[in-house]
């Protein structure tokens, strides 16, 4: 299966990398996976690094639980953006530092349901005790009392990265030279505060943040059952491309939801072309798309204070020893 929002590196220096990129249990892969692929880790330390605009909260907690549970130890570096359920799963790290630019933002948890209102209120009744629960997370190494952080998940906190420094959900800062900051243009368009200095997709209709395929979606995944997602492949005119299967709600069978094609065989063109032959709307990957709004990271870079690579491959990152080197400091 193609992992398109994790990756593991099991390192032979005693240290595994562990990449999280994308949005956390789209396009089918949950993190039964992940959490699978972290426990076949051996490594002494793990080396996390995060750029993610969060994803399906059971699936956050259940990431979060495996990494406090990992003999190793973990350090946390937030790399572009950590929101929603990718910020408490940083929460796990015996330390945390945020890059240069970096962001994190704290919410309440959202949840779909269909049904009368018993089932409603009984949905609302679940979101509310997972609200304690992510407040929880919080307050275990941030300090301070769950309703505090259940005050603030509802404000929809967002933090540049001294502020979260300050909030003590980081340890400290880290400079640039160490961890190079990859700044994702996701679609945020689910939040309803991102500051204006956090970029997003400009067309939140058409937006992939994967930089490797192009997308073909043909029905909103909010119509399907979550965890229903299936991933297969198929074959056209000798070219694989992958196909996006679920469930959709209130129905027994499975449905194509979207299509994806691998940017190093299908050109944006011919991917453009197979996507409205079959009424889907295209999505190119993220590397191809010209009209994304400008990044503060960008400008960043343009004062060289930052450095930006396409694919994230960084040498395992020692705290400790960077606050020696003085490439790293402790949260003031």
């Known amino acids: 299966m193609n992992r398109t929002w994790y990756e593991i590196r099991d390192a032979a220096d005693g240290a595994a990398e562990v990449l999280l990129y994308d949005e956390i249990g789209s396009w089918g892969i949950t993190a039964a996976e992940f959490v699978k692929d972290l426990r076949g880790i051996k490594a002494n330390t793990i080396n996390l690094r995060v750029n993610s605009p969060g994803g399906d909260v059971f699936d ?17 570096v937030v790399e572009g953006l950590a929101a929603s359920s990718a910020s408490f799963i940083t929460q796990a790290g015996d330390t945390v530092l945020m890059a240069a630019g970096s962001t994190m933002m704290i919410h309440e948890p959202h949840g779909l349901t269909m049904g009368d209102a018993g089932d409603m209120a009984k949905m609302a009744e ?36 001294q502020e979260a420094v300050t909030a003590n959900l980081a340890d400290g800062l880290v400079q640039t030279a160490q961890a190079r900051n990859q700044m994702g243009i996701f679609n945020l368009s689910q939040f309803r505060n991102v500051p204006d200095w956090v970029p997003q997709a400009a067309d939140s209709s058409i937006q992939n943040p994967y930089p490797n395929e192009h997308a073909c979606r043909l029905r909103d995944p909010g119509d399907f059952q979550p965890d229903s997602f299936r991933r297969t492949s198929r074959d056209h005119e000798g070219k694989r491309y992958d196909v996006i299967m679920g469930r959709p ?23 453009r072309s197979h996507c409205e032959d079959h009424d889907g709307s295209f999505e190119a990957a993220s590397g191809d798309q010209a009209d994304a709004p400008p990044s503060p990271l960008m400008e960043a870079v343009k004062e060289g204070v930052a450095a930006v690579v396409k694919k994230p491959g960084l040498p395992p990152f020692d705290f400790k020893q960077a606050v020696k080197a003085g490439t790293a400091r402790e949260g003031e």
Request: proline content about 1%; overall charge positive; cysteine-free.
């Open 60 to 76: 956050g907690v259940a990431i979060y639980n495996s990494l406090k549970s990992h003999k190793a130890a973990v350090n946390v």
């Open 126 to 161: 679940t979101l509310d005790k997972m609200g304690d629960t992510i407040a929880s997370l919080y307050a275990g190494r941030a300090g301070g009392t769950e309703a505090e952080w259940r005050d603030r998940m509802r404000a929809e906190t967002w933090y540049r990265a």
């Open 249 to 271: 709600k209130g129905e027994s069978t499975m449905a194509e939801q979207a299509y994806r094609y691998p940017k190093d065989t299908w050109d944006a063109g011919l991917a």
